[in-house]
DNA sequence: CCGGCCG
């Protein structure tokens, strides 16, 4: 596989897909198998593809780009959960749905993620657990990541079209989400978590500025989020102002992961007063008896 | 290097 000529973050070039533009790709070596993750976007919006190479097999999985964070949130969930609490999950997008189930053998553990669409084929990939501290998961986690927190900064002002000027407004209410609990669709009469929440789109200055500047409103209180760095490194501050006073924390960037997982952490045992969002769902499905 | 996936 050495045949990118030219070492192409390319330009959609020629390949027979048509006029996909690759945004962003990586590749994550899991034990013997290699993954690559392609962000590309076409006229009808912007994808993941995650295809898992073998010696032997090809196979690739296409996640709507509304569907990566939640990709992110549900590795992040394999990730730290407990292991006897690794459910399977369902991830139902618009047309798709995604399962998620564990499974063991000789070789070790193993995640197995399967597309299921109408009008096409039922496709899988299986990510190992890895040797120790399944840190194939978590490396793919990471890639998430990465992938996640790129696909936004790529909204550049000369490339807002309406589709992706949607797609940035309902990722910002992704951040702001939780998990729909699959067995109470009753929705809190109260939702005094989310009201009036509000996410503020970057203005020019601070897209020049990396658009890395993100403010949220929730009831009286607004929350600035800030990537800085100084001698010592690189840091999100993070500033709380409620009426004339206001707080910081600085958190190293590398602690942002810890972070995020304990946020998400909260976000999942508070799920069922989460007001629910629409377009996407995850549920957990009831484990085989044991 | 494995090896899962059951179409």
């Known amino acids: 596989?050495?045949?990118?000529?030219?070492?192409?973050?390319?330009?959609?070039?020629?390949?027979g897909g048509g006029s996909d533009v690759e945004l962003m790709c990586k590749t994550l070596q899991v034990e013997h198998k290699l993954f690559y993750f392609?962000?590309?976007?076409?006229?009808?919006?912007?994808?993941?593809?995650?295809?898992?190479?073998?010696?032997a097999t090809r196979s690739t999985?296409?996640?709507?780009?509304?569907?990566?964070?939640?990709?992110?949130?549900?590795?992040?969930y394999y990730v730290t959960a407990d292991e006897q609490d690794l459910f399977s999950k369902?991830?139902?997008?618009?047309?798709?749905?995604?399962?998620?189930?564990v499974g063991e053998n000789r070789r070790g553990r193993f995640l197995k993620v399967s597309e299921a669409s109408v009008s096409r084929n039922r496709s899988t990939i299986i990510v190992p657990a890895g040797n120790s501290r399944e840190e194939g998961w978590a490396?793919?986690?990471?890639?998430?990541?990465?992938?996640?927190e790129a696909s936004r900064l790529f909204i550049l002002p000369n490339q807002q079209n309406p589709e992706?000027?949607?797609?940035?407004?309902?990722?910002?209410?992704?951040?702001?989400?939780?998990?729909i609990s699959g067995h109470n669709s009753q929705p809190s009469p109260s939702s005094d978590l989310n009201?009036?929440?509000?996410?503020?789109?970057?203005?020019?200055?601070?897209?020049g500025n990396m658009g890395v500047s993100k403010v949220?409103?929730?009831?009286?209180?607004?929350?600035?989020?800030?990537?800085?760095s100084n001698n010592r490194g690189h840091f999100l501050r993070i500033s709380e102002v409620a009426g004339s006073d206001r707080s910081s924390i600085i958190l190293p960037l590398s602690g942002l992961r810890q972070f995020h997982e304990i946020v998400g952490h909260f976000v999942e045992i508070t799920k069922d007063r989460l007001e629910g969002i629409t377009g996407a769902s995850i549920r957990t499905v009831d484990p085989p008896q044991r």
Do not use: C, H
């Not at 596989?1 to 390949?15: A, L």
């Open 216 to 228: 949220i409103r929730v009831d009286q209180k607004k929350f600035f989020f800030d990537l800085g």
């Open 164 to 179: 992706s000027a949607e797609q940035l407004v309902g990722l910002s209410d992704d951040v702001g989400a939780g998990f």
């Open 195 to 207: 009201a009036d929440r509000s996410v503020e789109l970057p203005g020019q200055e601070e897209i």
């Open 38 to 55: 392609d962000l590309k976007e076409n006229p009808r919006g912007r994808y993941l593809k995650i295809s898992e190479k073998t010696s």
């Open 139 to 148: 490396a793919f986690r990471d890639i998430l990541a990465e992938v996640n």
């Open 90 to 101: 369902e991830l139902q997008l618009d047309t798709k749905v995604f399962y998620f189930d």
């Open 1 to 15: 596989m050495e045949g990118n000529s030219g070492g192409g973050v390319g330009i959609g070039v020629g390949g």
């Open 61 to 76: 999985i296409i996640v709507p780009f509304t569907g990566i964070s939640w990709f992110l949130d549900l590795f992040n």
